[in-house]
T-cell receptor, first 109, second 113 residues
Framework: ELKVEQNPLFLSMQEGKNYTIYCNYS?????LYWYRQDPGKSLESLFV?????AVKQEGRLMASLDTKARLSTLHITAAVHDLSATYFC?????????FGAGTRLTVKP | EAQVTQNPRYLITVTGKKLTVTCSQN?????MSWYRQDPGLGLRQIYY???????DKGDVPEGYKVSRKEKRNFPLILESPSPNQTSLYFC????????????FGQGTRLTVV
């Protein structure tokens, strides 16, 4: 059974700092997705990673995928308050995506 | 505008009273699915559909039914809701299951008392 583990589950950062969210999964997959959810809102797609070594960047966020280690990371550079949200990774598996529990990120001034 | 539309957004109901949450997408996606979101558990898949008249169970299908009579619509039916089905529900669609990013509806917050 595919398990997807994110850590940390809660992250409080100061503006300007860097940090990394980790997403580990238990079985082979070469499709990894990152989503963002603002409080009370729906999920919005951030990154689609489709191969080993894939790296995508958008603003202060950078996502990478290591399929051999079954690990994806979401790196935050010089955090700003607007990045406060919950971030989910999801792993493509058979006919669906299996989601991690989410990382609730709070960026403080 | 490409979107997934769920209705209602909020619903309070009583135990045992049948209800339907509608979901419609305008992107001609073949794949649609339903998730429930509970604190600390992420999103768990309830049912999915690969195409019209093709549906299958996800991880937590008990107490739910779905149908896919048209490509654009994928309603979620609770025949006899119970308090443990109180949750936030999301409908999603994509070109192809796990092969493409999913587009999510705005969510339906359901409370069963």
């Amino acid at each position: 059974e595919l398990k997807v583990e994110q850590n940390p589950l809660f992250l409080s950062m100061q503006e300007g700092k860097n940090y990394t969210i980790y997403c580990n999964y238990s079985t082979t997959s070469d499709r990894l997705y990152w989503y963002r959810q603002d409080p009370g809102k729906s999920l919005e797609s951030l990154f689609v990673l489709l191969s080993n070594g894939a790296v995508k960047q958008e603003g202060r966020l950078m996502a990478s995928l290591d399929t051999k280690a079954r690990l994806s990371t979401l790196h935050i550079t010089a955090a700003v308050h607007d990045l406060s949200a919950t971030y989910f990774c999801a792993v493509g598996h058979n006919n669906d995506m299996r989601f991690g529990a989410g990382t609730r990120l709070t960026v403080k001034p | 505008e490409a979107q997934v539309t769920q209705n209602p957004r909020y619903l309070i109901t009583v135990t045992g009273k049948k209800l339907t949450v509608t979901c419609s997408q305008n992107m001609n996606h073949e794949y649609m699915s339903w998730y429930r979101q509970d604190p600390g558990l992420g999103l768990r898949q309830i049912y999915y559909s690969m195409n019209v008249e093709v549906t299958d169970k996800g991880d937590v299908p008990e107490g739910y039914k779905v149908s896919r009579k048209e490509k654009r619509n994928f309603p979620l039916i609770l025949e006899s809701p119970s308090p443990n089905q109180t949750s936030l529900y999301f409908c999603a669609s994509s070109f192809s299951g796990s092969m493409a990013e999913a587009f999510f509806g705005q969510g339906t917050r359901l409370t069963v008392v």
